[in-house]
């Protein structure tokens, strides 16, 4: 009788080891659309325009399942470091040109990933087309490159990846 205990035993203690790993295990996100952005960033899309040579572009993925806002930023030109970037747009409030998440750049060139978990108004306004990129520098404080975040196709499915 405890021999069969035993046996009995052993497996289901495999097994609750084993299920209790699921529990930190994340699959990825959802199957289903996930929009994605285009911003071409340059000097004549500041306000007032800029006459920098600095060129840039973000790339960005929306997941709306989690919320969360996915980018690979790249600069080039630019007048000197980057002094501060965000994402812009509208804040709730009656201000359109509100600097929202602030894009942290640890090294200048090269391109730079980013993330952001949004609100429901901050992807809605994103969706939209309200949102832009600007990129400061010590030349430049209002502003030296620029570029809205254009949704470049309707949808694009996470299971197509």
Same mark, same amino acid.
């Given at each position: ?8 035993? /052993? ?9 209790? %790993?699921?529990? !930190? ?14 911003? /071409? ?8 325009? !800029? ?8 790339? /960005? ?6 919320? @969360? ?24 409030? %009656?201000?359109?040109? /509100? ?17 952001? !978990? ?10 939209? %087309?309200?949102?832009?990129?600007? @990129? ?6 209002? %502003? ?7 949704? !470049? ?9």
């Amino acid at each position: 009788m405890k021999r069969i205990s035993s046996l009995l035993l /052993a497996p289901l203690l495999v097994g609750l080891v084993l299920l209790a %790993g699921c529990n !930190t295990f994340y699959p990825g996100e959802p199957a289903g659309p996930r929009p994605r952005f285009n911003a /071409a960033l340059n000097g004549g899309n500041e306000v007032p325009a !800029t006459s920098s040579p600095a060129r840039g572009t973000m790339v /960005a993925d929306y997941l709306p399942a989690t919320k @969360i806002l996915h980018w690979q930023l790249t600069m080039r030109d630019l007048s000197g470091p980057v002094t501060w970037a965000f994402l812009c747009g509208p804040d709730g409030v %009656g201000n359109d040109n /509100a600097e929202l998440v602030p894009i942290n750049l640890v090294l200048e060139g090269g391109t730079h990933p980013g993330g952001v !978990t949004l609100t429901d108004q901050q992807a809605t306004d994103l969706i939209a %087309g309200r949102w832009y990129v600007n @990129i400061k520098t010590e030349k430049y404080p209002a %502003g030296e490159i620029r570029g809205p975040l254009v949704r !470049t196709d309707q949808a694009r499915s996470v299971a197509a990846r």
